[in-house]
């Protein structure tokens, strides 16, 4: 009996110990899968639109390049770029097909990848940053025409809520190609 009551002192301050490391490692697990899921999020988010910004191209590849317009499009689309140059507003369209002719490929994927996603560039900085995103890190480089395709290369960084080790951001890169038409 004396050695049963000696077992149970020494055992005394056991459980607040292993409760301690258990909780402190189910802690991290938690914040990681919080973190995962956001990175998840984010990831899926660009890669959609990498996707609808390569199609639209494609399809803008082709009525740019083999589609000829009609008498009466080429003087309507004539009068309205006169229009736009005396009050100075260029639409979207427009300055797209300018840049698309004057081989500016990274330009016309920034362009078409804002204007895609979501209604305009605010709209799809806000949600960027919903997603945890950071709009300034986003960049388009290693964008371009490869043979017949349009490829769309985005790389961006996501800001951690819950830094492990000294991680704070993680940068990712989605690439998507589509055939032109």
Known sequence: MNKVKKFYICQKGVLSIEASIVLS????FVFFLMDFGTIYRAQNYMAHGAIQTAKTLS????????????????????????YNNITREKTKEQELKVKWRTEKIKECVELVFYNTVGKDENNVKQ??????????SVDFNGSGKENDDIAVIISYKIKLKYPFFNFTEITLRQKAKSRKW
């Open 127 to 136: 949600q960027m940053i919903r997603y945890g995103i950071d709009p300034e």
């Open 25 to 28: 490692v189910l802690l991290f």
């Open 59 to 82: 399809y803008k590849a082709y009525e740019y390049e083999t589609v000829k317009a009609s008498s009466v499009e080429i003087a309507f689309s004539v009068i309205s770029f006169l």
